[in-house]
């Protein structure tokens, strides 16, 4: 399955973990934001314009969307949650119980991280 992955760019370890674990798992990441984030974060030469449409080109280009709410304010996160939704992709919110309260109800599917891949193999 084709899946991009969103979460807060300060959590970008998190995700990069999550990403990988679902490689394992067989699937493909439509874009990996992590790259260009650990670029910026250690001083490289990133176009911001570039970054974002290539995140919105990979939300795109996805079966699903997981998105892992993160535990720190975030903004790109929720523009990728808008860009899926507005487009018919189905959204997968991954946080702690009751995190994800209006955002479960939009999207219909809210777990734990171990229950978002478990959701993922009745989804294909």
Do not use: N
């Not at 260009?36 to 080109?57: E, K, L, M, N, W």
């Not at 507005?86 to 171990?114: L, S």
Request: hydrophobic share 50%; glycine share 12%; with cysteine.
């Amino acid at each position: 399955m084709k899946i991009y992955v969103s979460a807060g760019s300060t959590e970008v370890d998190r995700a990069a973990t999550f990403m990988a674990d679902l490689r394992v798992l067989g699937h493909d990441i439509t874009h990996d934001w992590t790259v260009s984030v650990r670029a910026f974060q250690a001083g490289g030469d990133v176009d911001p314009y570039h970054a974002a449409t290539a995140d919105i080109v990979g939300v795109h280009a996805a079966d699903v969307l997981i998105a892992l709410v993160p535990r720190e304010p975030s903004k790109g996160l929720w523009v990728e949650i808008g860009a899926a939704l507005a487009t018919a992709i189905p959204v997968c919110v991954v946080g702690p119980v009751g995190c994800a309260d209006i955002w479960g109800e939009i999207c219909g599917h809210a777990f734990g991280e171990v229950g978002a891949v478990l959701w993922l193999g009745d989804y294909e």
